[in-house]
């Protein structure tokens, strides 16, 4: 095979394995689970608030119910504890604590209970398609066990991640509400 024939094979093989990765690459990027999107819900104070309110902060968001009887209590704790780790920059973070429970979670029920945690902690609640909406948008599993109609002691199961998000509102990773205060600061200054 003469030389130039050569080079030609070796700079198209080149561009081939190029293109290939190329396309590999954005097939796993386009089709990786996306976590988080667009919102509109009611805050503790009854005033309608959507995913746009909260740009330009790290949102720190939490699903839960006010009835939970143990993650929903130390997911809210660690958020407070980690809100005063962060010390001045915690004025460029938001928590968020969502309900899965609307039933139940009216803004009067969601502001009592956040205020018993931090007064920087804002309550979502809303229509149930609204948080069947941002549960699927999070990957939030959530289900009722029970007939509210019948049985006011109801529960709820839900899953018990801490959602970090950057301030264009992409997803930066997760905590556990029993995760050490440091490694959940490490994780929200990533996203600072």
């Keep these: 095979m003469p030389r130039s024939w050569r080079l030609a094979v070796a700079v198209l093989a080149v ?7 190329y396309a590999i690459q954005n097939f796993i990027t386009d089709t990786a689970p996306q976590v988080g999107g667009r919102f509109t819900m009611s805050d503790h104070t009854g005033k309608r608030v959507s995913d746009a309110d909260f740009r330009g902060k ?3 968001v939490f699903f839960g119910f006010t009835n939970c009887p143990d993650i929903c209590p130390t997911g809210l704790a660690r958020m407070a504890e980690v809100m005063d780790a962060l010390g001045p920059r915690a004025a460029d973070v938001q928590p968020l604590f969502v309900t899965v429970d609307p039933g139940r ?3 009067a029920v969601m502001k009592s209970y956040v205020e018993h945690f931090s007064d920087r902690i804002i309550g979502l609640t809303g229509t149930t398609e609204q948080v069947t909406m941002i549960a699927k948008a999070y990957r939030v599993y959530f289900k009722l066990h029970g007939d509210p109609a019948t049985n006011p002691n109801y529960v709820v199961d839900h899953s018990g991640f801490v959602y970090v998000m950057d301030r264009s509102g992409r997803f930066v990773g997760t905590f556990n509400p029993d995760s050490s205060v440091d490694a959940a600061v490490k994780l929200i200054q990533r996203a600072l």
């Design 15 to 21: 561009i081939i394995g190029v293109a290939i990765g």
């Design 58 to 60: 790290v949102m720190v």
């Design 105 to 107: 979670d009216t803004p």
